[in-house]
């Protein structure tokens, strides 16, 4: 065996030796630290109670390890005890707020489904209304259209059909229903939209607006058999007396149409006649000033006059007539004053 080799061999040995030797003392160190631990906490202790009385005197043998074991178990308890305190606190009060959330959830409930209950009684007015209104124009209604079916947004299968569920599953059904049944009706309420617009310019040329503006605007004497102011005795109202207690309101054509003549008389006082297309006239008389002259072209709502109290009156007040050819019509007919009738 060569030399090198003998030589590394030695080496390995005393490596492997000197090893063994530092595992053994390394352990033995650690087994006389261990043993001397054991025999620390192993120290006997003698724990004496003396009382201010009389009474016997109370002696507790114990050890080191026990003592610390018994005092670290006695802090352990007294901190898991403020923890779970405080967590029950903590709960308690998440409850009490949980508690508070829901009884105002529930009267939120309780608001929701009697402003619900509203919204259907509006729709529900709303169909009748609409399906007159579609019906008057010709168009097909809604509940024409779903007859054959209630899944298609009817509002009748809503309001006269079953229980679907308790509680807000029902509300929540019914507002899909009335959202169906809303977009159904976008294409009727298109079409009635088209058709008024194509008849905008009918609505311009025949007299369907009130010729006095002003506030307190009341009909003074309706169309028809009257008693006269002056006379005391029946007779025909040739037109509609509108009054709002005071002169110089404006006077506007209730329709478009060209001014025929412009005149004064001892009766009626100031007057002006316009006439439109489709055979209408339409008279304005007991002015004070006059706007317009004759021949001149007016649009709806234009102003032509002010009101006054020309001519034979009890009052400053308007005098209208709407005439078709040579007769002599209601003005009421074709106009809506929201107001109130007086005699």
Known sequence: ????????????????????????????????????????????LTIMIVPHSKSRVLNFRTNVFALILSIVLFFGVIVSFFYINSRSISTSMT???????????????????DENANLFQAAKKFQASLSQSLSILGIESVEQKTDSSSSNGDLASLFSTREIASGSSKEIADIQELTNYLEDVIEPIDKMGKMLKTQQ????????????????????????????????????????????????????????????????????GLNVIIKHNHGFYTRYAHL???????????????????????????????????????DVVDPAKYINTRTQFRR
């Open 201 to 268: 310019s009918l609505f311009n040329e025949i007299p369907s607006i009130c010729p006095l503006r002003g506030p307190n605007l009341h009909i003074s004497m309706p169309f028809g058999p009257n008693i006269h102011p002056l006379q005391g005795n029946w007779y025909i109202h040739k037109g509609m007396d509108m009054s709002t207690y005071r002169s110089g309101d404006p006077v506007v054509a209730a329709a478009s149409g060209q001014v025929v003549t412009t005149f004064f008389d001892s009766g009626y």
């Open 95 to 113: 409850i009490s707020a949980l508690e508070t959330q829901n009884r105002e959830t529930l009267a939120s409930l309780d608001q929701f489904r």
């Open 288 to 326: 004070s000033v006059i706007e317009v002259t004759k021949g001149q072209m007016v649009e709806q709502g234009q102003l032509i006059a002010y009101s006054g109290n020309t001519g034979i009156s009890t009052g400053p007040h308007l005098h209208y007539e709407v005439h078709i050819g040579s």
């Open 1 to 44: 065996m060569p030399r090198t080799q003998r030589t590394v061999k030695k080496f390995e040995k005393r490596f492997a030796s000197n090893v063994s030797k530092g595992f053994g003392i390394s352990l033995r160190s650690i087994g006389h630290l261990f043993v001397k631990i054991f025999k620390i906490f192993d120290n006997r």
